[in-house]
């Protein structure tokens, strides 16, 4: 069946632009959790959405960042007036809920010029 | 906080050698899972230990879960150069939805 899908792959933008990054998570994944990797580096969790639960956005890095996930399904991460500091990989994975394996997507590389 | 420190960051081997990634977490764990990510591409799950002293293989993958567990180990025998990559594990903590990474050991194995 079809995988964890990110759009856009790949994202360019200057310096205090806002950007949109999407993530549809496999069909029937109740989990669903957003990552950062800056290169040549570890995952760093930012948020976890479970069901209609509130979401966990303990690792959201500053009140630039912020998340949504729309019908429990696709989700969108925002990042406002962009950083250089925020380039890096944007990883999206889901998980069924009961099971713990993640499934991530391929990624969303975003650079900030 | 809680973390889990991974060590070596970098092995660099002789195709045919073996390899080891080590894990260790500042509390125990419910659980440990491991994730290879090929470069170029994103983390793939290998597998999850959960009981005290868990030993799992597959084919040349060892991996075990210390007996405290708080620590683990992924063992490759004889690497292959389909073996590049980051390895990751990632613990869970109680019965927390969250995942806390290691840094990854990167592996480059020269034909």
């Known amino acids: 069946g079809a995988g964890v899908s990110q759009s856009p792959s790949n994202k360019v933008t200057e310096k205090g632009k806002d950007v949109e990054l999407r993530c549809d998570p496999i069909?029937?994944?109740?989990?669903l959790y957003w990552y950062r990797q800056s290169l040549g580096q570890g995952l760093e969790f930012l948020i976890y959405?479970?069901?209609?639960?509130?979401?966990?956005k303990s690792g959201l890095p500053s009140d630039r960042f912020s998340a949504e996930r729309t019908g429990g399904s696709v989700s969108t991460l925002t990042i406002q007036r962009t950083q250089q500091e925020d380039s890096a990989v944007y990883l999206c994975?889901?998980?069924?809920?009961?099971?713990?394996?993640?499934?991530f997507g391929p990624g969303t590389r975003l650079t900030v010029l | 906080g809680q973390q889990v420190m991974q060590i070596p960051q970098y092995q660099h081997v002789q195709e045919g050698e073996d390899f080891t990634t080590y894990c260790n977490s500042s509390?125990?764990?419910?659980?440990i899972q491991w994730y290879k990510q090929r470069p170029g591409g994103h983390p793939v799950f290998l597998i999850q230990?959960?009981?005290?002293?868990e030993v799992k293989k597959q084919k040349r993958l060892t991996f075990q879960f210390g007996e405290a567990k708080k620590n683990s180990s992924l063992h490759i025998t004889a690497t292959q150069t389909t073996d590049v990559g980051t390895y990751f594990c990632?613990?869970?903590?109680?019965?927390?939805?969250?995942?806390?990474f290691g840094s990854g050991t990167r592996l480059l194995v020269r034909p």
């Open positions: 994975a889901s998980s069924s809920i009961g099971a713990d394996t993640q499934y």
């Open positions: 069909s029937g994944h109740t989990a």
């Open positions: 959405f479970q069901g209609n639960s509130a979401p966990d």
């Open positions: 509390t125990t764990l419910s659980n």
């Open positions: 230990l959960v009981k005290s002293g």
């Open positions: 990632a613990g869970r903590v109680d019965s927390s939805y969250k995942l806390i």
